[in-house]
């Protein structure tokens, strides 16, 4: 399923709404075809992959950095994603459109959204799943010679896409700066970055003062 996920996530986003495409997926495979589409397009095609594999999925409608309402839920969306039913009952919601966020965790946008599932059984809206303070975590160790951060959940999402950001910038842009992290007083320079795209953003620091991420 991971492989997948990230077979999915990888395609490139294209939104071009136009004519009943504008709020109906394109077929999933012409979006396999081409390789690239829109949240609806990936969602779905990430349906029928795990379909074609026996698992049960559903595209559902999220309006993510906002919230819908019983009362007008149509008003509100504006991002689709896909709701997963493991073997054992356990519901698993996946955003194929976010490339940046690791499989299992739903990006800052779709946490705790009024969601609505299309499916065969659903008739009121659902509410996504509520971030785990346990699962978000910013942890600094400093010694002599390096500064190691250790970053999970949120905190790691902020730095995976500030390194993506960095990266397009040749590396000239602090790491710490990019995610917005910042001492409250005094200035923090480096003189050496690394950081792997990994999802724990760990590693071990040799050699010169260098922040290592």
């Not at 969306?77 to 739903?106: E, Q, Y």
């Not at 950001?165 to 409250?184: E, K």
Request: include cysteine.
């Amino acid at each position: 399923m991971k492989a997948v996920y990230k077979f999915v996530t990888a395609m490139r986003y294209v939104a071009i709404p136009l004519g009943v495409n504008s709020h109906r997926p394109h077929a999933a495979a012409n979006v396999l075809r081409n390789h690239f589409g829109d949240c609806k397009d990936k969602a779905n095609l990430l349906n029928t992959l795990l379909r074609a594999a026996g698992i049960e999925a559903s595209l559902v409608l999220v309006p993510r950095f906002s919230q819908a309402h019983e009362s007008v839920p149509g008003l509100a969306f504006n991002h689709a994603i896909s709701r997963v039913k493991l073997p054992s009952g356990k519901m698993l919601w996946l955003d194929s459109t976010d490339d940046v966020c690791p499989f299992g965790m739903l990006p800052p946008g779709d946490s705790g959204r009024n969601a609505l599932v299309i499916d065969d059984t659903s008739s009121s809206l659902q509410k996504l799943p509520e971030p785990d303070p346990a699962e978000h975590s910013l942890t600094f160790d400093i010694d002599s010679q390096s500064v190691r951060i250790s970053a999970r959940g949120f905190p790691g999402y902020a730095f995976r896409e500030a390194a993506r950001r960095a990266d397009s910038r040749n590396g000239t842009l602090s790491l710490l700066r990019a995610a917005q992290f910042s001492p409250v007083n005094g200035i923090f320079v480096t003189s050496e970055e690394t950081h792997p795209l990994q999802a724990s953003w760990t590693a071990l620091s040799r050699g010169p003062p260098k922040a290592v991420l």
